[in-house]
């Protein structure tokens, strides 16, 4: 049977390389990491997997990784789930992967080498083979709002389908008709199921109602003055009543954009936001949102990681909680 070594000559690397390779692939640059898997392609070598299989360290400590502590969102889940591994004097070792896959798999690398009892995140994307590999190996992992229940995975998550439907009913009791959604939901499923949310909503209303989807690049407030400006520069009969923005971050930047147009908010244009932010209530016009119990989210997050670690033997079958959104009304719409 081939070895690593077999396997590093014909590469023309080190061993350490095809180690590295086969346990930290962000550490090695693509070319490199091609021309090794040829190599065990060719050579059909097997790792062994005894010796790749996860063995945490005996210090009590969780990684926690999130896709960008830029977004208030995510820093107030991190401080949920500090919180709690307090409590139970867990140490933490926090990861910002600022929406990059590459800065995600090192920071898995990293936690992985730091021997940590296990992970808590919230991916770029749930779907990496990164992920899925350290699964395989044996790494307890806790999602945190990014993945559904049709994984076979831990995970805690927010009602988003429900969150949606929140929006629109109450936009649609106040008699609006022209609808917009301000998300992408062809590029985050969460963004997706809020969407859909709202979506059947209208389509079991009665009246002419429509909801325009306004697709945006990001998460950001800069984009939501983008589409602000935009929106305001519509004839007021092409204009929406009413806005339901993906996340608080762009219902902030929108809202601050049609007043600078001198448009009123929310007597020409009404705006729903989503997430319930500390800043959502401090705005000229108070934000009328979709509140999530981000806390709560990091909490349970702990509190699950808790059950994987404290058992011996093979992990437990995967366990999912949906916790539910509320709506938040204040002024805006």
Known sequence: MATIRDVAQLANVSAGTVSNVLNRPSYVRAETRERVMRAIAELEFVPDQRSRQFRPGRTRAIGITVAELGNPF???VALGAEETCREHDLGVVLCNSSYDLQVEAQNL???VQQRVQGIIISPV?????????LKDR??????VDRVGDDRDIWSVVVDDREGGRL???HLISQGHQRIAFLGHPHRSPKVRMRYQGAREVVNQSDGDITLEVVTTSSWTVDEGRRIGALLAARPRDKRPTAVLCANDMLALGLMQELVHAGLNVPGEVAVVGYDDLEWAALGTVPLTTIAQPRALLGRTAVEMMLRLIDRSGPLPEANHIVLAPELVIRESA
């Open 125 to 133: 994307d749930e779907k990496s083979p990164r992920l899925e590999m």
């Open 167 to 169: 929006g629109a009913r």
């Open 138 to 143: 044996g790494v307890p992992m806790v999602f």
């Open 109 to 111: 690398d990293l936690l």
């Open 74 to 76: 995510f820093v107030d």
